[in-house]
């Protein structure tokens, strides 16, 4: 299994992001996916979620509106899109698949930084 994430940078506050995770190695087109986030001297959590066939979606309550999770099978990527973003959205923003559990993998992380 392999996710490699990219997309993150500098953004200014107001300003959108859209991050992209490549995933190779399973059946992507069979399993869920997640993004989560991991912002300084805090725990990591989850961001969003988003299932297969038909592409159902969960997100944080707090993000609801801003972050759109999205996939596509035929290119096995997963996509955060970020709108409105806030200094406090900086963080690592890691793809997963498995959750947080046992047979877990993770990308190495993009940093998105919002600041001016």
């Known amino acids: 299994v392999q996710l490699v994430e990219s997309g993150g940078g500098l953004v200014q506050p107001g300003g959108s992001l859209r991050l992209s995770c490549a995933a190779s190695?399973?059946?992507?087109?069979?399993?869920?996916m997640r993004w989560y986030r991991q912002a300084p001297g805090k725990e990591r959590e989850l961001v969003a979620s988003?299932?297969?066939?038909?592409?159902?979606?969960y997100y944080v309550d707090s993000l609801k509106g801003r972050f759109t999770i999205s996939r596509d099978n035929a290119k096995n990527m997963v996509y955060l899109e970020m709108k409105s973003v806030k200094p406090e959205d900086t963080a690592v923003y890691y793809c997963n698949l498995g959750g947080t559990g046992v047979g877990s993998y993770w990308g190495q992380g993009t940093q998105v930084t919002v600041s001016y």
């Open positions: 190695g399973f059946t992507f087109s069979s399993r869920i």
């Open positions: 988003i299932g297969s066939p038909g592409g159902s979606s």
